[in-house]
Antibody, heavy 129, light 111 residues
């Protein structure tokens, strides 16, 4: 069964850092583009960051709202995706989803993201003093 | 404010047909990028409903259909059922932002 399980959320003070993790199973994790998508309480979905493959190398993209503060990374050997969040703000409070993209190393060229076919259950991040 | 624009709410009675709109711009839908739709039932993670403008993943009923034209896309549900009550989101790629973009979501109420 294809599955994504997030962890690492919690209550953190403004200005502090937090690292989210996502463990994947049931598919060849290292071959696929992956995303972090968040949803603030009572609000809609917001794409946060993505990692994909472009010409055989890793391509990384961020939403403007988190650029310079968040870092997405992966450890293929551990089948894990990470989101390092720093300089956290109240507006970063949200449920963070780890999401698998349809695009793999060989299926997409430009753009290197397509649709999101597998979602985790999410991990909640609350930024408050 | 979301890059893709969706109406906040839609309602319909059981058995009726409802439609959802998703309006973009020349840097996303209008640039030729495909539109995908997700259904989020209350308290659950989003689920892929339509991909590539009009394709249904395995297991999605034929009652769900979608199309794209110009800078807009639409989702239709026919034979509305109580279990369809959920939030519906459109998603595409934006070349100016170099990333995925979502609509603000439309809440479907089944009367």
């Amino acid at each position: 069964e294809v599955q994504l399980v997030e962890s690492g959320g919690g209550l953190v003070q403004p200005g502090r850092s937090l690292r989210l993790s996502c463990v994947a199973s049931g598919f060849s994790f290292g071959d696929f583009a992956m995303h972090w998508v968040r949803q603030a309480p009572g609000k809609g979905l917001e794409w946060v960051a993505g990692m994909s493959w472009s010409s055989g190398t890793t391509s990384i993209d961020y939403a403007d709202s988190v650029k310079g503060r968040f870092t997405i990374s992966r450890d293929s050997a551990k089948r894990s995706l990470f989101l390092q969040m720093s300089s956290l703000r109240a507006e970063d409070t949200a449920l963070y989803y780890c999401v698998k993209d349809f695009c793999s190393r060989t299926t997409c060229s430009s753009p290197t993201y397509y649709y999101m076919d597998v979602w985790g259950k999410g991990t909640m991040v609350t930024v408050s003093s | 404010q979301s890059v893709l624009t969706q109406p906040p709410s839609v309602s319909g009675a059981p058995g009726q047909r409802v439609t959802f709109s998703c309006t973009g711009s020349s840097s996303n839908i209008g640039a030729g990028y495909d539109v995908h739709w997700y259904q989020q039932l209350p308290g659950t993670a989003p689920k892929l409903l339509i991909y590539g403008n009009s394709n249904r993943p395995s297991g999605v009923p034929e009652r769900f259909s979608a199309s794209k034209s110009g800078t807009s896309a639409s989702l239709a549900i026919s034979g509305l059922q109580a279990e369809d009550e959920a939030d519906y989101y459109c998603q595409s790629y934006d070349t100016s932002l170099s990333g995925s973009v979502f609509g603000g979501g439309t809440k479907l109420t089944v009367l």
